[in-house]
């Protein structure tokens, strides 16, 4: 079975740091993996998706990676901001089912 | 263009009670998912519609129906709510397999 799983589940750092948030993931058949911001109370936005045959997105200071032979996805913000603290969670579809498995997130806080 | 609507966006119900969580989405998406979110565990998928005319169980459906009504709506029923239904229900959509999906801004249901 799927499993996808972030670490740490919370993160808190200061303004102008560049940081990683990790998405591990069990079944190496992945088809997309996709990047989400929740902000409290609110629904999911989509950041970056990276299909299978790509090994990473870009947009803005947002940066995706993808390594099926590890079984992770890293993104990386750049030059942090106090409006980037939100829960960041990944999903991953394995080939064929059309179905996301998504990680529990991690909380990130930038403080000011 | 709206996205994704969901309504209502607040409900409480009492324990045998019956309600419908309605979505539409006007992207012309094919592809429409309900899913629940609850502390600790993430979002977990409670049904989806690959296409128009079809729909599969995810990861929870029990005590769950789905009606694709058109392309642009999805419906989810709850015929008899309990407390373990509390959450917040997300519906999604996308054009298909490969694609980003999109999240409406939640219903959050409550039932005593």
């Known amino acids: 079975k799927q499993e996808v799983t972030q670490i740490p589940a919370a993160l808190s750092v200061p303004e102008g740091e560049n940081l990683v948030l990790n998405c591990s993931f069990t079944?190496?058949?992945?088809?997309?993996l996709q990047w989400f911001r929740q902000d409290p109370g609110k629904g999911l936005t989509s950041l970056l998706l990276?299909?299978?045959?790509?090994r990473e997105q870009t947009s803005g200071r947002l940066n995706a990676s993808l390594d099926k032979s590890s079984g992770r996805s890293t993104l990386y913000i750049a030059a942090s901001q106090p409006g980037d603290s939100a829960t960041y969670l990944c999903?991953?579809?394995?080939?064929?089912?059309?179905?996301?498995?998504f990680g529990t997130g991690t909380r990130l806080k930038v403080l000011a | 263009n709206a996205g994704v609507t969901q309504t209502p966006k607040f409900q409480v119900l009492k324990t045998g009670q019956s309600m419908t969580l309605q979505c539409a989405q006007d992207?012309?998406?094919?592809?429409m998912y309900w899913y629940r979110q609850d502390p600790g565990m993430g979002l977990r998928l409670i049904y989806y519609?690959?296409?128009?005319?079809?729909?599969d169980k995810g990861e929870v459906p029990n005590g769950y129906n789905v009606s694709r009504l058109n392309k642009r709506e999805f419906s989810l029923r709850l015929e008899s709510a309990a407390p373990s239904q509390t959450s917040v229900y997300f519906c999604?959509?996308?054009?298909?397999?490969?694609?980003?999906?999109?999240f409406g801004p939640g219903t959050r249901l409550t039932v005593t």
């Open positions: 999903a991953a579809e394995r080939s064929g089912t059309y179905k996301y498995i």
């Open positions: 999604a959509s996308r054009i298909g397999s490969n694609y980003e999906q999109y």
């Open positions: 990276i299909q299978s045959s790509q």
């Open positions: 519609s690959a296409s128009e005319g079809t729909t």
């Open positions: 079944d190496s058949a992945i088809y997309n």
């Open positions: 992207m012309n998406h094919n592809s």
